[in-house]
């Protein structure tokens, strides 16, 4: 039996994060990368981010059960930042339990989604990803893909309240060209049990290689071209609100209004430039 040898972040594990395998991330970082050109990326905004963290990078998540966003958006900041800058990802636990799958991507920075790991990470300096629409909005009708949606989800509005780290939106274009989904299948749902068990919330109907017409069966992805915009920082303070209001529904609305309305109209600026999508080569 051979051994695994892996070189922990021992700055993170010191400053009470989760630990990631640098060394891992270094061997992977060349092969994730190769998977990102596949969709042309290109990530702008660098220079808008905070030069060190904590902060809560929040995106639209599109391309159904094979989503680009995490790979170009990570290979890129472990190019821009170093890999030493510590930037972790909420993973859905159907997505991080999977045998064969979750002990790798947590070894790159993926932590599963939960309250308390989410707010330790920002508590302890770290950068977190988050994509609050999940799968609801990851199998968004292709009609609607370019529209930011959360589905009310005002979650991440608390955590950046609690631990008073500034939102950071991340407005991807194109990405969601690489799939197509036809419709989410809500009432599908109800019949498939099975679904609730896996704490998923959707039974997409979708079309793509190799299995043509499905039902949400993992297709080849297009090749969209995709442009990332990191946006500047929300800073929830400078609107007058706090840890105290973290509870507050008329706070968590008004917030969350802030910032999905700043990301659509950055997905609207996107969409209208044409430079994004699967006939924009």
Not at 10 to 19: C, E, K, N
Not at 253 to 279: H, I, K, N, P, R
Request: glycine share 10%; with cysteine.
């Amino acid at each position: 039996m051979s051994t695994v040898l892996t070189t922990p972040d021992t700055a993170s594990a010191q400053a009470g994060l989760p630990v990631r395998d640098v060394a891992f991330i270094r061997r992977a970082q060349p092969v994730l990368e190769a998977y990102a050109s596949y969709f042309a990326p290109e990530v702008r905004g660098f220079d808008n981010l905070p030069t060190e963290g904590p902060m809560l990078l929040i995106g639209n998540h599109s391309g159904a059960a094979t989503p680009p966003d995490l790979p170009i958006l990570f290979t890129r900041w472990w190019r821009e930042r170093g890999i030493d800058d510590p930037i972790y990802g909420l993973f859905h636990s159907f997505f991080i339990n999977l045998p064969g799958v979750g002990k790798y991507v947590r070894r790159a920075g993926a932590i599963e989604a939960g309250h308390e790991a989410a707010e330790n990470v920002l508590r302890s300096g770290g950068n977190l990803v988050v994509y609050p629409g999940g799968d609801h909005e990851a199998f968004r009708p292709w009609s609607e893909r370019n529209q930011i949606d959360f589905a009310g989800r005002t979650g991440f509005i608390k955590l950046a309240l609690r631990t008073g780290v500034p939102i950071v939106p991340v407005v991807s274009c194109g990405a969601h060209e690489t799939s197509i989904v036809l419709t989410r299948g809500e009432k599908l749902r109800k019949f498939m049990p099975h679904l609730r068990l896996m704490r998923v919330k959707v039974s997409p109907i979708v079309l793509g290689p190799p299995f043509g017409l499905s039902l949400g069966m993992p297709t080849l992805p297009l090749p969209a071209k995709v442009t990332v915009q990191l946006c500047k920082p929300i800073d929830l303070t400078q609107l007058g609100f706090g840890p105290d209001d973290a509870e507050d529904p008329a706070v968590q609305s008004e917030c969350y209004e802030a910032v999905t309305t700043s990301m659509q109209a950055t997905l609207d600026q996107l969409a209208a430039e044409g430079t994004s999508g699967l006939f924009a080569r």
